[in-house]
């Protein structure tokens, strides 16, 4: 079994914010999750480093495209890292091996029949990189995205028969339902195809930052075929020396709903026209949202995702976006929201009941997990756990599958309020019971923290090796017998700074 997820490229034009770490994110916790299960996993991330969005930064700070690209990149890339995303490739739209095989792509599709030379006028929003069509501009002639203005442009350029594939894409909205989800982002894909497609410009001729069109080097290709095609590319020079696209194509894809029309709508017919495999789906999300607003860089109401993590850590910030936020919905979050749910959830939950369960199986069983079994009621509920997880987790339900997780740590803290195993420990008859108690414990707090390991990664290897566990894999859930000697902790998640 093999598994690819993507997240959107980033444009280059500003610095890394908390919005671009959230899809990141995401996207990991799927890679992470499928690697737990055994897949063979392709993980990709990078960044849009053509087009105006861009260029028109870069004219305005007085430096080249390319030299803005080059400092903010690594800056991308530095962020995938700190987060903890486990991708296995950081893609530029820069790279020779990306750039030759759009221009290969691309050709393939003119040879098809699929491009005409032609005039467009419209209204365009820069930074958006598209024309609006009537359903799309705000009052004023604005753009609804970034609240600037609309320019009127008119361009004699190369067109994409986007029109030709209207049946084909109501037919494959129609026999795969599932090909775009949430259900209420595909419905509004599909009233989009379904209120009749215009043909869509492939290329640009005034700007000269892209890929140039294979058979009329005076212009290059319009950025966002160059970007999406960064999916395609990837696979075959991401892995030094192998082209992986046989083993990993098609893609689960993570993004955000501002470019659900590109991906699905002209990502599919591009596709098509193209003879490539169609994506296997695609999960929107929403916008997080900071006083009210989308967190963008032209609004200025942006959360560094360093600060975050300097005060919280990695993965207190990989949870907290996920349990804030109904994955899928827009949402508030806010630097105090952060601290109640790190107090409340992360440290009193969570790494209390880590630290409760190691110290009692060290005060009353010197350590040992006892040979036992989790009695009936507690059983059942950790049983069926890592089932329905796995099953949200195929629709990329984070939110939904997260909270399945947390009614485990609700459930094993509500255990030690009814057992109450301080007090089984100072009775002798009782000590069947206890052993029962502390293995269901040791048992549950496993099978939990597992599950939990693709969203924290770090703090669960850390309790997962005081619980003596060496293996990440969900395979390994079958119980373990018991007799493994458990270790000390510091606390997971401890009490922050108040400076
Ligand atoms: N370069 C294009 C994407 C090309 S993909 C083939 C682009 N870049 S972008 O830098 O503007 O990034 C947009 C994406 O960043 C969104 O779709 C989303 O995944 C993420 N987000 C940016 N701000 C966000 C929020 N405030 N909230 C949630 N996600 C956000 O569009």
Not at 73 to 90: H, T, V
Not at 175 to 188: G, K, Q
Not at 282 to 304: A, C, Q, Y
Not at 356 to 373: C, F, N, Q, T
Request: with cysteine.
């Amino acid at each position: 079994m093999s598994f690819y997820v993507t997240t959107p490229i980033y444009y280059v034009n500003g610095e890394p914010h908390l919005g671009h770490a959230y899809s990141t994110i995401a996207a990991d916790i799927l890679a992470r999750h499928h690697r737990q299960r055994g897949e063979d996993v392709f993980f990709l991330t990078g960044t849009d480093e053509h087009g105006e969005p861009v260029a028109q930064q870069a004219e305005a700070e007085g430096v080249t495209p390319r030299e803005l690209g080059d400092r903010l990149a690594p800056r991308f890339k530095e962020m995938a890292a700190k987060i903890n995303a486990s991708n296995d490739f950081f893609i530029r739209t820069t790279d020779e091996g990306h750039m030759s095989r759009v221009q290969e792509i691309v050709q393939r599709v003119y040879d098809n029949g699929h491009v005409y030379e032609g005039n467009y006028e419209g209204w365009y929003c820069p930074r958006c990189a598209d024309f609006k069509t009537e359903s799309e501009i705000g009052p004023d002639n604005t753009c609804p995205i970034h609240q600037i203005p609309l320019t009127r442009e008119s361009q004699k350029n190369w067109f994409f028969k986007l029109s030709e594939f209207q049946q084909d894409l109501e037919r494959l909205y129609e026999e795969r339902p599932e090909f775009v989800t949430p259900d209420f982002r595909r419905n509004e894909a599909l009233s989009f195809i379904k209120q009749g497609l215009q043909d869509v410009s492939l290329s640009r001729p005034t700007l000269k930052w892209g890929v140039p069109v294979p058979w009329d080097t005076d212009q290059v290709i319009y950025v966002w075929f160059d970007a999406l095609l960064n999916y395609y590319t990837a696979l075959g020079y991401g892995i030094e020396g192998e082209d992986v696209t046989e083993q990993f194509w098609p893609p689960f894809h993570i993004l955000a709903k501002d470019i659900l029309k590109f991906h699905a709508v002209y990502w599919p017919a591009f596709l098509m026209a193209a003879e490539i495999e169609l994506p296997e789906r695609m999960f929107i999300h929403g916008f997080l949202l900071m006083e009210g607003h989308k967190m963008s860089k032209s609004l200025g109401n942006v959360l560094d995702p360093d600060e975050v993590i300097a005060k919280f850590g990695a993965d207190a910030l990989r949870f907290y976006c996920f349990r804030e936020v109904s994955f899928g919905q827009d949402g508030q979050i806010s630097p105090a929201g952060f601290e109640s749910r790190y107090e409340t959830e992360l440290a009193d939950q969570y790494g209390n009941l880590a630290n409760r369960v190691l110290s009692m199986i060290g005060r009353y069983r010197d350590g040992v997990v006892p040979e036992a079994e989790t009695e009936g009621d507690l059983a059942s509920d950790v049983e069926g756990a890592p089932e329905r997880v796995r099953a949200l987790l195929d629709d990329a339900e984070l939110t939904q599958a997260l909270e399945e997780i947390w009614k485990l740590v609700r459930r094993l803290n509500q255990y030690v309020e009814e057992t109450k195993p301080w007090e089984l420990s100072k009775d002798e008859s009782a000590a069947d019971r206890l052993d029962a108690v502390l293995y269901g414990l040791a048992e549950g707090l496993r099978v939990t923290t597992l599950l939990l390991h693709a969203y924290m990664p770090e703090t669960t290897d850390r309790l997962l090796e005081a619980l003596a566990e060496p293996s990440r894999e969900l395979a390994d859930f079958g119980s373990r017998p018991g007799g493994q000697t458990v270790g000390e902790l510091a606390p997971l998640f401890p009490k922050l700074q108040t400076a």
